[in-house]
């Protein structure tokens, strides 16, 4: 069973930010939060991972909350583009193993 | 980025007959892979880890007499899904793990399947 738990839906105005936020309560102290997003009809695509400190990239924030029982995915400037459902996923170090996906926040963006 | 690719893309096939879907990595080598189903607005459902040279691991539940899985060479997996029912019609989606420090795994495109 997946270990988090993501409100079903959202939405976001174009340019503005878009705050996604994901419980995993029961994480381990190994196990780190990924996110993921698929965009309709298509695969998962990844966005960002964490352990416990804050992460950037091109494409994404994800602000971890010190105990690592939440975290928050940011998406600066939604566009329409970002319309998609957002899956967090908790998960070990490696990527060889295997990612058990949650029923995800389906985020639509509009203009 | 790396690149997975799926064929067919998209498939109809009559009840009772089989169907092979084939996940490639294009640029990188991947022992492992996972192959996944999606139904109609539900989540990815992991089915299977596909190892090469061994194998692959059923997740519970999955039919590994039904949904057949060989992964003969380090960029290829193969699904076979066997005597096929309009209830195995889904989204199959597989992914590889990338290479080289890489934390992320990189999905193929989806195949959808219709039995009719």
């Known amino acids: 069973d997946a270990k988090t738990t993501q409100p079903t839906s959202m939405d976001c105005a174009e340019g503005r930010a878009a705050n996604l936020p994901c419980n995993h309560s029961t994480i381990s102290g190994n196990e780190y939060v990924y996110w993921y997003r698929q965009i309709h ?5 990844y ?6 400190n804050n992460e950037t990239n091109e494409m994404a924030s994800l602000i971890i909350t010190e105990d690592r029982k939440s975290s928050t995915l940011i998406l600066p ?13 908790v998960g070990a170090s490696y990527n060889t193993d295997k990612l058990i996906f949650g029923t995800g926040t389906r985020l639509q963006v509009f203009p | 980025g790396a690149v997975v690719s799926q064929h ?5 096939c009559k009840s009772g007959t089989s169907v092979k879907i084939e996940c490639r990595s294009l640029d990188f080598q991947a022992t492992t892979m996972f192959w996944y189903r999606q139904f109609p607005k539900q989540s990815l459902m992991l089915m299977a880890t596909s190892n090469e040279g061994s194998k692959a691991t059923y997740e519970q539940g999955v039919e590994k007499d039904k949904f057949l899985i060989n992964h003969a060479s380090l960029t290829l997996s193969t699904l ?3 005597s096929a029912h309009p209830e195995d019609s889904s989204f199959y989606i597989c992914s ?14 989806g195949t959808r399947l219709t039995v009719t």
């Open chain 1, 41 to 45: 009809s298509q695969g998962p695509q």
């Open chain 1, 47 to 52: 966005i960002i991972h964490g352990l416990k």
């Open chain 1, 77 to 89: 400037h939604a566009t329409l583009r970002d319309t998609a459902v957002y899956y967090c996923i």
């Open chain 2, 8 to 12: 067919p893309s998209w498939v109809i």
């Open chain 2, 80 to 82: 076979t899904v066997t």
């Open chain 2, 96 to 109: 590889a793990p990338g290479q080289g420090g890489s934390y992320e795994q990189y999905f193929g495109p």
